[in-house]
C-alpha cells in the first residue's frame, strides 16, 4: 500500500514539474537567458585580454657532422594580449612551430647564439598581426655543438634466410647502397668497421625479392642515409652431372703426376638460367704436389675449386685416388 502512494506521489510532482518547465513564460524566460548570455560571451570576446601560450620549436638543418652538446629549449612561454576571440587562434599551437634552421644562422666556434631580437622576430611571424608580444621566456637560446669526425664504410646485411626446397641464390644479394658515410665521436668511429642492419627474417623464400631495411642505430653515431635497398636474387635449381679430369698444381717441370682414374665424375648445383652456360671447366679437380711428399701410401685426397659464382654444391666420385710420379 505505501509503495503505491509512493508511486502516485513522484507521478504526480513529475507531471507539476513537466508543467512549470514547459509552460510559455518558464519557456521564455530561458530563451531570454539563452540570447542575453551568448551577447555577454561574445561582448567579452571582443576585450583585449591577456594569456599565455607555449609555443613548440624544433631544431632544423642540424649539419651530419655537427652534433648539439646542451639541451636547448623545446618551447617558448609567450605573454600575449589580444580580444579574446584570437585567443582561439592558438588554440592548435602544438601543430605550428617555430623552426630554427642551425644551417642559416652565424654559427661561431662550439656555439649558436639567438638574440632576444631574432627570437621575437621569429615568434612576430608566428602570431597573429593584432597580437601584441607582453614578454616571453626564455628570451635568448644558447645552442652548443660539437664537430663530428666522419668515415665511409661498408654495410653488413644481417638476415635469417630460409629458402624453399629446389631453390637458391642466383646472385650475390645486392644493397643499395652498400656503403655509407658515419658521422660521430671519433672514439666511436675507430670501433667500427661495418654499418650493420637490423636483422632480417625471411621463411620460404622462392621468388626474387628487394625491400628496404633499417640500419641499427648507435648513440652518438648518425649516418648519411638510414636504411639500404636489398635485392635477393632467387631462382629454381637442377644438377648437372660432368666428367672433370683430375689435374696436378705446384709439380716441378721434370715430373708428372699420373692419377688413376684420370677423372672424377662430378654432381653440382646450378639456377636453371645458367643451366645452358655451364662449362665443365668451372670445376676444377686437382691434387697438390706439396702435399704429396709427406704421403705415406700412394693414395690422396681430391681437392675441389669452383671457378664460377653459378655453381654450388660440388659431389666428386671418387674422393681419393691413386698416383704415381713420373720423369718427363
Not at 503505491?4 to 537567458?33: A, M, P, R, V
Not at 609567450?78 to 617555430?98: E, M, T
Not at 698444381?249 to 638460367?273: D, H, K, Q, Y
Amino acid at each position: 500500500m505505501a509503495e503505491n502512494t509512493g508511486k502516485i506521489l513522484l507521478q504526480y510532482y513529475t507531471k507539476k514539474l513537466k508543467t512549470f518547465f514547459f509552460s510559455k513564460d518558464i519557456l521564455s524566460f530561458l530563451l531570454f537567458l539563452l540570447i542575453s548570455t551568448i551577447f555577454w560571451y561574445v561582448h567579452a570576446l571582443g576585450k583585449e585580454r591577456e594569456t599565455t601560450i607555449k609555443v613548440p620549436i624544433h631544431y632544423v638543418g642540424v649539419p651530419l657532422n655537427m652534433a648539439l652538446t646542451n639541451d636547448p629549449p623545446m618551447e617558448i612561454s609567450v605573454d600575449i594580449k589580444d580580444q579574446g576571440i584570437r585567443f582561439f587562434d592558438y588554440g592548435d599551437a602544438a601543430q605550428n612551430p617555430i623552426n630554427i634552421d642551425i644551417s642559416r644562422l652565424q654559427i661561431q666556434k662550439g656555439e649558436v647564439f639567438i638574440t632576444p631580437e631574432q627570437l621575437k622576430s621569429r615568434i612576430v611571424r608566428y602570431l597573429k598581426p593584432t597580437t601584441i608580444i607582453q614578454d616571453f621566456h626564455p628570451n635568448s637560446i644558447l645552442i652548443r655543438y660539437e664537430m663530428l669526425s666522419h668515415k665511409t664504410l661498408p654495410v653488413e646485411f644481417i638476415s635469417k634466410i630460409e629458402l624453399e626446397h629446389q631453390y637458391m641464390l642466383s646472385s650475390d644479394i645486392r644493397l643499395q647502397p652498400n656503403i655509407v658515410t658515419v658521422y660521430g665521436p671519433k672514439k666511436m668511429l675507430d670501433t667500427l668497421k661495418y654499418v650493420r642492419t637490423e636483422c632480417k627474417s625471411i621463411e620460404n623464400l622462392n621468388d626474387t625479392v628487394s625491400f628496404n631495411c633499417n640500419f641499427i642505430p648507435l648513440k652518438s653515431v648518425q649516418y648519411s642515409v638510414n636504411k639500404t635497398k636489398v635485392t635477393i636474387f632467387v631462382e629454381q635449381f637442377t644438377e648437372r652431372k660432368v666428367q672433370i679430369p683430375i689435374t696436378a698444381i705446384n709439380c716441378p717441370e721434370n715430373l708428372m703426376v699420373r692419377t688413376f682414374p684420370a677423372e672424377v665424375n662430378a654432381t653440382c648445383t646450378i639456377g636453371l638460367s645458367k643451366f645452358k652456360n655451364f662449362n665443365s671447366s668451372d670445376i676444377q679437380v686437382y691434387l697438390d704436389y706439396n702435399e704429396l711428399k709427406s704421403d705415406i701410401t700412394s693414395k690422396h685426397v681430391l681437392k675441389i675449386k669452383s671457378l664460377s659464382k653459378n655453381i654450388s654444391n660440388i659431389r666428386i666420385s671418387p674422393l681419393e685416388v691413386e698416383y704415381i710420379l713420373e720423369q718427363k
